[in-house]
């Protein structure tokens, strides 16, 4: 598989909100064109109806994991493991905190919350040797 994390990113420079511009870059994977998994992520957008609550980024995640396995339990393994490393890494999973709403201070932007769930859904679409769908090559 091809490293898409800086594809993802540029997306959502371009106007993607998080959930889409992680979704959107690995839609083939999904079985989706661009279009309709752009309107599938719509609403998770600014963390999760513009509450700032979970993180889009993982949501989007999260939407490609499901459609991928097609299998609920594996799929809330993976994601389970995509959030926690997401954790790990940026001390939250939630949007307000990573932008340290409260606080004053930023533990993450949002370029790179979209940057590092990209890189952790596509290392679990590579181990569990995901391929895209023969209808969408």
């Known amino acids: 598989m091809e490293r898409r994390t800086e594809e993802a990113v540029r997306r959502k420079q371009c106007g993607y ?8 870059t690995y839609c083939d994977y999904a079985g989706v064109d661009e279009d309709t998994m752009r309107n599938i992520t719509q609403a998770f957008g600014v963390g999760m109806g513009t509450l700032e609550g979970s993180c889009g980024a993982i ?13 609920q339990r594996k799929t809330q393994q993976d994601i389970r493991e995509v959030m ?16 340290g709403i409260d606080t004053g201070v930023m533990l993450r932007d ?22 895209i769908p023969p209808h969408l090559t």
Do not use: P, W
């Open 110 to 131: 949002c370029n790179d919350c979209v940057r590092d769930a990209a890189e952790f859904l596509e290392k679990h679409l590579i181990t569990n040797e995901k391929e």
């Open 17 to 24: 909100n998080c959930a889409q511009a992680v979704a959107c």
């Open 59 to 71: 949501a989007g995640a999260g939407i490609v994991l499901g459609m991928a396995n097609r299998e």
């Open 84 to 99: 926690t490393e997401f954790k790990e890494r940026n001390g939250s999973v939630t949007c307000k905190v990573l932008k």
